[in-house]
Every structure is written in C-alpha cells, then in structure tokens.
C-alpha cells in the first residue's frame, strides 16, 4: 500500500514543543523522475524538499513563500527548493547525475554529494515589504542538522531537525521523510533533555516509513506516551507553476536585438522549466508577436 503525502503539526507535553511530521515519498519521487537524479542527487535534493516542506508549514502563512538555497561544495552544486505555507515545493539541483560510494555507516553519502564548506540561505517572501533572506554556514552538509542550525540562528528558534530519503537500487525513490520539534518558551530543562535522548536513539524516518509507521506514529514515537495534540494535517505535493505565458513574458524581457537574432537564425524557441523539466515550444510566428509587444511597449 503506497501512503499518502501529508504533514501533521502538532503540539506537545503540555505546550513546552512544537512538533511537524511529514511523509513526502510522491513528492521526492516525482522530483527524481522529473530531473533523472541518480542516488546521492536524488537524496540531497529529496532532503532539500521535505526539509523545505517543514521549514515552511513552520513559518509561513496565508499566500506567504520561500526559497530554500543551498550552496555547498560538493559535486551536486547549488540546491533551490521554493515552497509555501500550503503544503507544495519544488526544486533542482545544478547536476542531478551523481552518484558515490556508501559513506562509513553504509548510507548514502550526502554530505559528501552537497559539500560541507558553504551556505544554506532562507529567502522568505511576507506579501508586504522586500523579501527577506537569512543566512548561515553549513555545518555538517547532512542537511538536516544543517536546518537545525538555520533555525537556532536566524530564527531564534531551538529546534531538531530529522530528514530522510531512502533510494532504491534502481534509483527510484523507496519513502522520504522527515520531521521537525521546536522548543517553546516555558520547556523545562528536563523534558529538554528527555527529547534529545529519545532523538539521538530514534531510528531513521526512512526505516520507520518503510515499517509503515504514519507521520502521526513518529511524532509520538518522539515523545513516547507524552500527550500530543494534533493541529492540523495538510497534504503535501511537488507542484510547479510555470506556464508558456510565463515564460512568455521571460522572453519579452530580453533585448530586442537578442530576440530579432533568435528569429532570424533559429526560427523558434525552446524553453526549459528548471524546477520541473517541463518544456515551452515557441514557433516563429509566437516570437515575432512578443517582439511587435517589445516594440510596443
């Protein structure tokens, strides 16, 4: 039986945590078939998705949006995830075939595939005002603890991060997921550190998905017989929302020199979404109507 994607928010013990978890396989699956991304791309960029997906039902609301860019030095290159408040993301990764040997615990070795010198930067989108971007180091390339860090510094937020993608041998996507605990004002130092004894021993989201377990199994898994209170569940999909009048009005935004040169020596234009690999044909007929608007406008 193939789960549902969806994300629980919750709150737990009295209040004192916030606590998200997210069964994102369809999402991390699609994105690997749309960008053919071989194991390790497959698992930095499936990380880079849910851990977005948590970010983002975590500090948005309403029609408020992010993007996720994460700049290492490992072989994948830059990794750009955008999402919302409403449960969707999308995302690429500048070189989607890499693959590597198992690192020393036998896992995929995504440090290895993100780099673990460079930057992990949250650009969030408000409605009102400029967008706003935080910034940190890495600090470990694994993704998840670099969320972690994300949080406790530019949102001043204590948190615990777990992101997890299980590639099978052929490369498809197996389950992925992940989940996110905020500690709130008020948390005692006890159950603080109860926490993080029983995350330190959990066993991957990748294995609990496997086993069946559901978003709401991890999150009382994490606080084993503490109450928690189920907010909210919210379905969770890749979605893009790019469109040939998109990408229309991309092309009116170059120069007119530059759009009489494509006419006359290609006669046509192919364009490529870099988030979902969908492609926009425009013939010649298309492009002398955008560049009669250039000269309009």
Not at 170 to 197: C, H, R, T
Not at 256 to 278: K, L, P, S, W, Y
Request: proline letters at 3%; charged letters at 25%.
């Amino acid at each position: 039986m193939v789960q549902k994607d969806y994300l629980v928010k919750s709150v737990a013990v009295d209040g004192m945590f916030r606590a998200y978890a997210v069964s994102a396989t369809g999402v991390v699956r699609e994105a690997q078939q749309r960008h053919d991304t071989w194991s390790a791309a497959s698992a930095a960029l499936g990380r880079s998705l849910v851990g977005t997906l948590l970010l983002a039902s975590s500090v948005l609301k309403g029609e408020e949006k992010m993007t996720v860019k994460i700049q290492g030095d490992g072989p994948v290159g830059a990794i750009v995830v955008d999402g919302n408040a409403n449960g969707t993301v999308k995302g690429y990764l500048q070189h989607p075939h890499v693959h590597l040997p198992l690192n020393a615990k036998h896992k995929i070795d995504v440090a290895g595939a993100v780099g673990h010198q460079g930057t992990l930067s949250v650009t969030k989108d408000m409605e009102v005002g400029n967008p706003f971007t935080g910034q940190v180091g890495l600090v470990s390339g694994e993704l998840g603890e670099d969320f972690t860090y994300y949080l406790a510094q530019s949102e001043q937020i204590p948190s615990a991060v777990g992101l997890s993608v299980f590639v099978n041998d052929d490369n498809s996507i197996g389950v992925a997921g992940g989940f996110l605990v905020q500690v709130m004002p008020g948390a005692s130092d006890d159950k603080i550190s109860e926490l993080e004894q029983r995350i330190a021993k959990m066993p991957l989201v990748s294995e609990l998905l496997r086993d069946g377990k559901t978003p709401e199994d991890i999150l009382h898994m994490l606080f084993d017989g503490e109450e928690v209170k189920i907010l909210d569940t919210m379905p969770v999909a890749f979605k893009c929302d790019c469109s040939k009048d998109r990408f229309s009005k991309a092309l009116a935004s170059i120069s007119r020199q530059d759009m009489e040169q494509i006419i006359n020596e290609d006669h046509h234009a192919e364009t490529v979404c870099h988030f979902c690999g969908n492609k926009y044909e425009f013939s010649e007929t298309e492009l002398k109507k955008i560049l009669l608007q250039m000269k309009a406008d």
